[in-house]
């Protein structure tokens, strides 16, 4: 009995181990590539956090927690922290389900659908560049989209002020990010709806559902764990979001659309300032991070099969 | 000690941009006096030294007969970053650093052109990594300073002084010095500030141009009332709108109150011409002088231009720069229909005594600084570069043609181009330009300033709301420098 | 009425109801998403002035194809080439790189998984901006400045801890049985990953290449930061021939861009298939 016993505890002691040296050789590149891509830029960043440093002297002065105790305090920071959020949140229920619909659609209808697949993708492929250009001109209230067509029902000269006034603009920019990124989540989704196992849509259709049936009841609540990789991926990219807003608000008009990123990059960059620019960013890190962890221990789906 | 100096600096800045030569006083009185001398030398045999680079025989440099000092002649590799990465300024640049390189041909010049958006991100990665490159393109102003400050930017006083440069109009000089030291040399062009009209839609208003602000007001009425907007304004990037308020301050009061909120020493922005000037531009966006979501139009995109072009729009107060695009975008449409007046003067304060002749805009346009860590030789190739062939005529002829007025004493009288032609008169008439605040303020209260107005034509604060972010700020960059 | 015939139609009719409403809200993205590309091409192909003055949202008129010959004269293939050769390595690199960091992190037990695993969320959170001048004194210090070589490294880092974050969870679907079932037959977990997981992700790599490859071709900060020869420069920095400190010929960026998007709108019509086919083709296989 003694003897069996130790035979299995030592099998399952050199399984162990097989599986740590297995894991290891796996994740060694990444390990290697993040400790040198982001492990030491962290580092340095809430290192510099501590000192008041335009960014580029020979000399800085340590000043403590300084820096932070300032951001504690940064009505600009906890404001633009509260508009990332706004941003969050209806990147979640504008993308992603829109995203699902798309999908859906292109899953039911089959191949006959391909060209919207196509032409609906198309926003993704766009870079920011182009993308702040064409919505500066569609959102323009001198012959833009939105303006000439109120002008044309309302049958005189209208202007739809989306972009230029305070709360309307962080709502017209997250519009147009729904706009560049919901293809994404639809591709997303249409890999997802991929990944299911053809049996289990076999054994469906043998059971006498439809189509339609399979997808409602058994496909859809098998994206789970896509879902939730969805919603953190919307998540993070919201939080941290730069591109389009640079590119088309730069933050303005009176900070309406300053995000932790922006602001972060006028510190650092414009203003001499990186010591606190990178206090910014540091706690941008922080604040980031905790968010997406609470997020994977709060939205709890089930991932095994 | 430290407030000392920034005060230093307000008054050496503030003085030298006087463009009234201000002879061998106080500030920047010795770079002065060396210019007086050689420049003059250099404008006058400017003939001379074009026939010189024309016929090149033998080994003539184009720098021969000139006090400049003796190059190396061992190998030496120059890197240099300009953001001309565009024609037509990216064929005028290299040609200069080409005709360089011929003259000296063991000096090698690494000619590097950044793109103008991320130009001030690149420069603080680069000299915080200790790869400053040895000379660089900047404007001038607080961040002139502060490279100056963290020694990114040399002393040239000396090399100034001594050895031959172009006859630089004085306000340059002055815009290229920092604490009575010269930094930089301008090889850029001046830019003033004016108002673009569209002089058919005035005659067919029959409307004059204004010369008071009163008859300003009254233009803009009827051109309210003929369904056209006055003002063709694309105020996203902030400094656009700016210029309405830096110049309503400057009619209201001259230099006086804008100097007195820099040093916040008794002055604010709070005070009586930074409110009129608010006031009054309050009252022109309820009055609809500027066109609908004026915060929402980017002139990037060429949103101001539109309005001009598509005849919604009658004037546009811009930068001198706006000549060369509009001339660009169609030469035959901006001659038949664009004209230049100076900005109207405030007639109740002109009767109390206020000059009104302070303009906006800048002397220096682009500047090299050169970061030549201690090496004499280098920094003495570098600055015959940047005067000899940057600034040479065939580099400002070049200029010229792109509607670009060199920094240079003498071509003001050259310019052919009506509308340049007015700007630059303008220009040399001021008894003051006043740069651009948002270059000649901190960063930091230049960040601040921009959002201000933007709350300011959006009517989201007025005039005493953003009058105190602004001193708010101004005294923590003064508190900062300490 | 409507209500009425919603309630006679049973069954069947009902949903196509639905389907008739999806399909109009289909065609409503349709065009929404349409509309602005086609500007974007439209108006490559008009002069800067014309644009302006006409208005944007204007037929070309007249059509105007200088754009398209100076951004060709002015070494557009040189940039795109370079383009295609840095993002193909780099994004070659980095899907085998986060596939073997996903599938220990997705299918086996040891310790640290989680903590690990919280460690790749943390590195998606982190700005790109402050990796920057750490990142340039790195390039520098290994003399890969101003090469092509120099984008490779950040490209592939700044995809894997959301790639890899992606893989675990399309590597959690694949069922358990599959990999058992090999070990038996004596495989180890190597050729495990090789025969059995990597087939099987497919979907989940091609969703990653699209992701990842789009934001490479359009990637301006790094390249801009570490390459400075306009001989070794990518496609997003081809813009900035056009664009001046006061100058900027809006049509002619526009040409540029069109003509960097169209590669990436062939590549997606001819592996979009690949999305969805990819489990059942590997089962099948299998």
Not at chain 1, 94 to 116: C, R, V, W
Not at chain 3, 49 to 70: A, S
Not at chain 3, 188 to 208: D, M, V, W
Request: proline fraction near 4%; include cysteine.
């Amino acid at each position: 009995m003694a003897t069996k016993n130790d035979n299995f505890s030592s099998l399952a002691n050199i399984r162990k181990k097989r599986i740590r040296l297995a894991a290891t050789v796996f994740l060694l590149p990444t390990f290697l590539l993040i400790a040198v891509y982001f492990i030491y830029p962290v580092i340095d960043t809430f290192v510099i956090s501590t000192y008041k440093w335009n960014g580029i002297s020979a000399d800085r002065t340590f000043v403590g927690i300084q820096n932070w105790v300032t951001l504690l305090h940064d009505k600009l920071f906890w404001s633009a922290f509260g508009r990332n959020v706004i941003i969050m949140v209806f990147s979640i229920i504008l993308q992603i389900p829109l995203g699902l619909f798309l999908a859906t659609f292109l899953e039911q209808g089959g191949k006959k659908y391909n060209f919207l697949k196509v032409i609906w993708f198309l926003p993704y492929l766009m870079s920011s560049v182009a993308i702040a250009f064409l919505f500066t001109y569609a959102l323009a209230t001198n012959g833009g989209i939105f303006s000439s067509l109120a002008s044309l029902f309302a049958g005189k000269k209208v202007t739809v002020d989306l972009l230029g006034r305070s709360p309307h603009a962080l709502f017209t920019v997250i519009g147009v990010m729904a706009w560049q990124y919901t293809p994404f989540y639809m591709v997303y989704f249409l890999a997802g709806y991929g990944n299911i196992d053809p049996a289990v849509y076999e054994a469906a259709i043998l059971d006498g559902a439809t189509r339609r049936q399979y997808t409602r009841y058994i496909a859809i609540p098998l994206l789970g764990p896509i879902f939730k990789t969805a919603c953190t991926m919307s998540l993070i990219g919201s939080l941290k979001y730069f591109d389009l807003i640079w590119n088309m608000t730069q933050g303005g008009p009176v900070n309406s659309t300053e995000l932790m990123a922006t602001y972060m990059y006028k510190l650092s960059f414009q203003q001499f300032n990186m010591g606190y620019g990178s206090c910014v960013a540091a706690g941008m890190f922080i604040l980031i991070t905790v968010i997406a962890l609470l997020f994977q221990k709060v939205f709890v789906v089930k991932e095994d099969y | 000690m430290k407030m000392k100096k920034v005060m230093a600096v307000a008054l050496s800045l503030s003085m030298a941009m006087s463009l009234v030569a201000c002879g061998g006083n106080a500030g920047s009185g010795s770079s002065d006096a060396g210019s007086s001398d050689s420049g003059s030398a250099d404008a006058g045999s400017s003939d001379a030294g074009s026939s010189d680079a024309g016929s090149e025989s033998g080994g003539a440099k184009q720098t021969d007969g000139k006090n400049v000092p003796e190059l190396t002649t061992d190998d030496m590799t120059i890197t240099l970053w300009d953001i001309a990465t565009e024609e037509p300024n990216k064929s005028t640049q290299e040609a200069a650093v080409a005709r360089f390189m011929k003259d000296y041909p063991n000096i090698h010049v690494e000619q590097i052109h950044q793109q103008n958006d991320n130009y001030k991100q690149q420069l603080v990665v680069a000299m915080s990594s200790g790869k400053c490159p040895d000379m660089y393109i900047s404007w001038g102003g607080g961040p002139m300073a502060e490279y100056y400050k963290s020694g990114f930017a040399d002393d040239i006083t000396d090399l100034f002084n001594k050895y031959d440069h172009p006859d630089f109009i004085d306000a340059a000089v002055a815009q290229g010095t920092y604490d009575g030291k010269v930094i930089g040399i301008p090889f850029g062009s001046l830019s003033g500030c004016d108002v673009f009209y569209n002089k058919t839609i005035f005659a067919e208003n029959g409307l004059e141009v204004p010369e008071t602000l009163d008859e300003l007001e009254a233009v803009c009425e009827k051109l309210k009332a003929a369904g056209i907007t006055p003002f063709a304004l694309a105020n996203a990037p902030k400094w656009t709108g700016s210029m309405y308020y830096m110049y309503l301050v400057a009619r209201h009061s001259g230099n006086e109150e804008f100097d007195a909120a820099y040093t916040q020493d008794g002055g604010s922005f709070t005070s009586e011409a930074f409110l009129f000037a608010s006031d009054k531009i309050q009252d022109w966006v309820k009055k609809g002088y500027f066109p609908d979501g004026v915060n929402s139009l980017s002139p990037d995109d060429g949103q101001d231009k539109q309005l001009l072009y598509d005849g919604s729009a009658a004037m546009m107060l811009h930068g001198s720069w706006m000549a060369g695009s509009m001339a660009a975008d169609s030469q035959e449409w901006y001659d038949e229909n664009i004209d230049v007046f100076r900005w109207p003067e405030d007639a109740e304060a002109k009767a109390k005594g206020v000059p009104q002749d302070v303009e906006i805009g800048t002397a220096i346009g682009n500047a090299f600084n050169f970061c030549s860590k201690g090496d004499q030789a280098k920094l003495e190739a570098m600055y015959v570069l940047a005067t000899q062939y940057f600034n040479d005529d065939q580099y400002n002829k070049e200029q010229m043609e792109h509607l670009n007025t060199p920094s240079i004493k003498g071509y003001d009288a050259q310019v052919t181009d009506p509308c340049m032609k007015k700007i630059t008169e303008v220009f040399f008439n001021a008894s003051n330009v006043q740069l651009w605040y948002d270059q000649y303020l901190p960063a930091s209260v230049t960040e601040v300033h921009k959002e201000s107005m933007s709350a300011l034509f959006g009517l989201e604060k007025d005039g005493k709301q953003i009058g105190e972010d602004q001193d708010k700020a101004m005294q923590e960059a003064i508190a900062d420098s300490k | 009425m409507r209500d009425k015939k919603a309630k006679q139609a049973k069954g069947p009719k009902k949903t196509s109801v639905a389907w008739t409403i999806a399909i109009i809200l289909a065609l409503f993205w349709m065009i929404l998403t349409l509309v602005p590309f086609v500007f974007m091409i439209l108006n490559s192909f008009r002069k800067q002035f014309d644009m302006l003055q006409q208005g944007v949202f204007h037929l070309p008129d007249p059509w105007y194809f200088k754009n398209y010959t100076d951004v060709i004269s002015n070494g557009f293939f040189g940039y795109f080439l370079r383009s295609i050769i840095v993002v193909a390595v780099s994004l070659v690199l980095m899907l085998i790189i986060s596939a073997f960091a996903a599938y220990p992190l997705s299918r086996m037990n040891f310790k640290f998984r989680e903590l690990i695993y919280a460690g790749v969320v943390a590195m998606m959170s982190v700005p790109m901006h402050v990796t920057l001048i750490p990142i340039f004194k790195l390039t520098t210090d290994l003399g890969m400045y101003d090469s092509l070589k120099a984008l490779i490294g950040p490209y592939v880092a700044f995809a894997l801890p959301m790639s890899i974050f992606v893989l675990v969870a399309f590597m959690k679907t694949i069922p358990r049985e599959l990999e058992e079932a090999a070990e038996i037959d004596g495989c180890n977990r190597f050729r495990n990953f090789f025969t059995i997981i990597l087939p099987l992700s497919k979907p989940g790599l091609a969703t990653l290449a699209i992701y990842n490859g789009v934001a490479m071709w359009n990637e301006f900060a790094f390249a801009n930061t570490l390459i400075q020869s306009p001989s070794k420069k990518t496609l997003p920095l081809a813009l900035g021939q056009f664009k001046g400190e006061h100058a900027l010929d809006i049509p002619i960026i526009l040409s540029v861009l069109t003509l960097s998007v169209l590669p990436m709108i062939i590549l997606f019509i001819v592996f979009q298939d690949k999305l969805v086919k990819g489990m059942m083709a590997g089962a099948v296989k299998g």
